[in-house]
T-cell receptor
Framework: AQSVTQLDSQVPVFEEAPVELRCNYS??????LFWYVQYPNQGLQLLLK??????LVKGINGFEAEFNKSQTSFHLRKPSVHISDTAEYFCAVSELDNNDMRFGAGTRLTVKP | NAGVTQTPKFQVLKTGQSMTLQCAQD?????MSWYRQDPGMGLRLIHYSVGAGITDQGEVPNGYNVSRSTTEDFPLRLLSAAPSQTSVYFC????????????FGQGTRLTVV
């Protein structure tokens, strides 16, 4: 089965600075890749997804991610963060031939003024 | 359009008690799933269903039962609660295609004492 590793459990950053949240996955077949965001006391919302085609994917709120098949990575980036981006971010992978989606342990992004 | 609705939002149980977490969606999604979220472990899949009458186990199914009698509802049952089941539980739904977005409920915070 597929698995996901988020390399940083916490990422503190100052407002307007760039940020990168790292995600690596493991799978023996083709996958779909997702980033979800969870604001405090809420469920998860989709930020962006990679299905096929261009390896650079743009999502909501100015986030983007790049799929790198050779490194099995799907890192999330934002060039300039805002206080409102403070949340927990989850990388997820879904294999094309099974029915479950696996999530990473999450990265808590804290944006400081 | 309510999306995915989970009840209750909070629950405290004594060890050995049983209860059912309710999940309902109004988007006519075929696929529904239950996750538990624990600190440092992300979301782990408990059970999932690909349609009415069809359910299957995820990563951590022990101690939980599910059924899917209708497309809309996917209840999760704890038959004999244990402290290890203290967690936040999320229900999610999506269309059958594995490349589509999963919609999450607001979560149920369960404490077993």
């Amino acid at each position: 089965a597929q698995s996901v590793t988020q390399l940083d459990s916490q990422v503190p950053v100052f407002e307007e600075a760039p940020v990168e949240l790292r995600c690596n996955y493991s799978s023996s077949v083709s996958v779909y890749l997702f980033w979800y965001v969870q604001y405090p006391n809420q469920g998860l919302q989709l930020l962006l997804k990679y299905l096929s085609g261009s390896t650079l994917v743009k999502g909501i709120n100015g986030f983007e991610a790049e799929f790198n098949k050779s490194q099995t990575s799907f890192h999330l980036r934002k060039p300039s963060v805002h206080i409102s981006d403070t949340a927990e971010y989850f990388c997820a992978v879904s294999e094309l031939d099974n029915n479950d989606m696996r999530f990473g342990a999450g990265t808590r992004l804290t944006v400081k003024p | 359009n309510a999306g995915v609705t989970q009840t209750p939002k909070f629950q405290v149980l004594k060890t050995g008690q049983s209860m059912t977490l309710q999940c309902a969606q109004d988007m006519n999604h075929e696929y529904m799933s239950w996750y538990r979220q624990d600190p440092g472990m992300g979301l782990r899949l408990i059970h999932y269903s690909v349609g009415a009458g069809i359910t299957d186990q995820g990563e951590v199914p022990n101690g939980y039962n599910v059924s899917r009698s209708t497309t809309e509802d996917f209840p999760l049952r704890l038959l004999s609660a244990a402290p290890s089941q203290t967690s936040v539980y999320f229900c999610a739904s999506s269309y059958w295609d594995r490349d589509t977005e999963a919609f999450f409920g607001q979560g149920t915070r369960l404490t077993v004492v």
